[in-house]
């Protein structure tokens, strides 16, 4: 115990430098686990976003870019699907509910999805959780909106307010739909997914805002139909973005989706969820790895940095290593007091590093959720932190050992001939 507290006075008498190894170490203990965590949490929020659907189902194109532009909303669709295809597949007997989606429009950088009430009955994320709203109704008229918490809570919208949709999905549109506002009728409850950044309308909203358009093109001055007239018109869509399906029996997954493969009317594609969801994470592994290796090399250098002030310190404390020797300590107790220095050194960098990150996740979480639908609990470390935070002390051991051992050296020439 007297060499516990022997370390801790040497470590006390050299306050200044080991304060900036501790924090060198902190510093990297804490970027080490913050892109553990978010690497995990950003994983778990991939894989929430959508649950309890079975076949997702577009334009043939490549499985991760049906996947990102119907669910994540990210991207755009390589071609649309008719009315008349998605009415049949969805009439299929093995096929239990099916959820239109058509996109294409925004709102001040949000993206519009237009779609029908199944989508308020069916579409699930998280543990199997649905959508709920924590105000008003589900749109019911041909210009109602529903909005995502997010869309509300950043553009401080709220019930009643009055909405002019954009054509295309960039932030920055020169052409919008002046001519036919929609009403906000609802608000969903946060999800933590993209739904919180969507707003959503009505199949028929997005058949109204366009139909007056040739070719692309949006109606002069006199020429624009006006909302009234339009809800006296035809508004089922010709073609939708992409369909979501769920079907009455697991069993049946695969040959519906070699049937929507194979379909003879137009080209089809159907993909598993959870199977695209993979393929998508794979292809990010490659970032991920390399993000953690770099923070395992950042770990390493406030190791060495702490490596090169217990040996700078060293040669000043010869004396002191004289003196141990003088009253009687043994080579492997001077060995024994600098590792254990090291050890206190690592430990405290340690516990000033998950000081640090419990803070920035208190600070940084709301804005991460609200920004980037990512949502960092506070929760204790996992075992693989632990393991990981494990591994940083045995670390910090073993390169107390390179000081230890000079020390060792220098104790035995210095014990045998005393230089005051």
């Given at each position: 115990?007297?060499?516990?507290?022997?370390?801790?006075?040497?470590?006390?008498?050299?306050?200044?430098?080991?304060?900036?190894?501790?924090?060198?170490?902190?510093?990297?203990?804490?970027?080490?686990?913050?892109?553990?965590?978010?690497?995990?949490?950003?994983?778990?929020?991939?894989?929430?976003?959508?649950?309890?659907?079975?076949?997702?189902?577009?334009?043939?194109?490549?499985?991760?870019?049906?996947?990102?532009?119907?669910?994540?909303?990210?991207?755009?669709?390589?071609?649309?699907?008719?009315?008349?295809?998605?009415?049949?597949?969805?009439?299929?007997?093995?096929?239990?509910?099916?959820?239109?989606?058509s996109l294409g429009d925004s709102h001040k950088g949000y993206r519009v999805l237009a779609t029908n009430q199944d989508y308020f009955k069916y579409y699930?994320?998280?543990?199997?959780?649905?959508?709920?709203?924590?105000?008003?109704?589900?749109?019911?008229?041909?210009?109602?909106?529903?909005?995502?918490?997010?869309?509300?809570?950043?553009?401080?919208?709220?019930?009643?307010?009055?909405?002019?949709?954009?054509?295309?999905?960039?932030?920055?549109?020169?052409?919008?739909?002046?001519?036919?506002?929609?009403?906000?009728?609802?608000?969903?409850?946060?999800?933590?997914?993209?739904?919180?950044?969507?707003?959503?309308?009505?199949?028929?909203?997005?058949?109204?805002?366009?139909?007056?358009?040739?070719?692309?093109?949006?109606?002069?001055?006199?020429?624009?139909?006006?909302?009234?007239?339009?809800?006296?018109?035809?508004?089922?869509?010709?073609?939708?973005?992409?369909?979501?399906?769920?079907?009455?029996?697991?069993?049946?997954?695969?040959?519906?989706?070699?049937?929507?493969?194979?379909y003879s009317q137009e080209p089809l594609m159907a993909i598993l969820p959870g199977v695209a969801l993979q393929e998508l994470w794979g292809l990010m592994?490659?970032?991920?790895?390399?993000?953690?290796?770099?923070?395992?090399?950042?770990?390493?250098?406030?190791?060495?940095?702490?490596?090169?002030?217990?040996?700078?310190?060293?040669?000043?404390?010869?004396?002191?290593?004289?003196?141990?020797?003088?009253?009687?300590?043994?080579?492997?107790?001077?060995?024994?007091?600098?590792?254990?220095?090291?050890?206190?050194?690592?430990?405290?960098?340690?516990?000033?590093?998950?000081?640090?990150?419990?803070?920035?996740?208190?600070?940084?979480?709301?804005?991460?959720?609200?920004?980037?639908?990512?949502?960092?609990?506070?929760?204790?470390?996992?075992?693989?932190?632990?393991?990981?935070?494990?591994?940083?002390?045995?670390?910090?051991?073993?390169?107390?050992?390179?000081?230890?051992?000079?020390?060792?050296?220098?104790?035995?020439?210095?014990?045998?001939?005393?230089?005051?």
């Amino acid at each position: 115990m007297y060499l516990f507290f022997l370390a801790f006075a040497s470590l006390k008498n050299r306050l200044f430098t080991v304060i900036l190894t501790v924090m060198a170490i902190a510093l990297s203990v804490c970027l080490l686990l913050a892109v553990e965590r978010i690497r995990t949490e950003a994983k778990n929020s991939f894989a929430s976003t959508i649950s309890g659907t079975d076949l997702v189902v577009g334009a043939r194109s490549g499985s991760v870019n049906l996947l990102l532009y119907s669910v994540f909303r990210i991207g755009n669709a390589t071609n649309n699907i008719r009315w008349s295809s998605y009415q049949e597949i969805s009439q299929l007997p093995q096929v239990k509910w099916a959820i239109p989606i058509s996109l294409g429009d925004s709102h001040k950088g949000y993206r519009v999805l237009a779609t029908n009430q199944d989508y308020f009955k069916y579409y699930q994320y998280g543990h199997k959780q649905q959508l709920h709203l924590t105000q008003g109704k589900v749109f019911d008229d041909v210009f109602d909106v529903v909005l995502g918490s997010e869309v509300a809570k950043a553009l401080n919208y709220k019930m009643g307010d009055k909405i002019v949709l954009a054509h295309g999905v960039s932030s920055i549109s020169l052409v919008k739909h002046n001519d036919k506002p929609f009403k906000v009728v609802g608000i969903i409850a946060q999800t933590g997914t993209p739904v919180d950044r969507t707003l959503h309308i009505n199949l028929a909203g997005m058949e109204a805002i366009h139909i007056d358009w040739q070719n692309g093109i949006p109606p002069t001055k006199g020429h624009s139909i006006s909302p009234d007239n339009v809800r006296g018109l035809d508004l089922k869509p010709q073609q939708i973005t992409a369909f979501l399906l769920g079907l009455k029996s697991k069993i049946a997954t695969f040959s519906v989706q070699r049937k929507i493969n194979d379909y003879s009317q137009e080209p089809l594609m159907a993909i598993l969820p959870g199977v695209a969801l993979q393929e998508l994470w794979g292809l990010m592994g490659v970032a991920e790895k390399a993000l953690f290796v770099v923070s395992l090399f950042v770990v390493l250098t406030g190791l060495i940095g702490m490596l090169t002030s217990i040996l700078t310190s060293l040669n000043e404390r010869r004396r002191e290593m004289a003196i141990l020797r003088s009253v009687g300590a043994k080579p492997w107790q001077i060995t024994f007091l600098i590792v254990l220095e090291a050890l206190l050194l690592g430990f405290t960098g340690i516990v000033l590093g998950l000081i640090i990150l419990y803070l920035g996740i208190l600070i940084c979480q709301t804005y991460l959720q609200a920004q980037y639908g990512l949502y960092l609990p506070l929760s204790l470390p996992s075992y693989y932190e632990w393991s990981l935070l494990a591994g940083i002390l045995l670390a910090s051991v073993i390169i107390g050992l390179i000081p230890a051992w000079r020390a060792y050296c220098q104790s035995l020439t210095d014990g045998l001939s005393i230089k005051m």
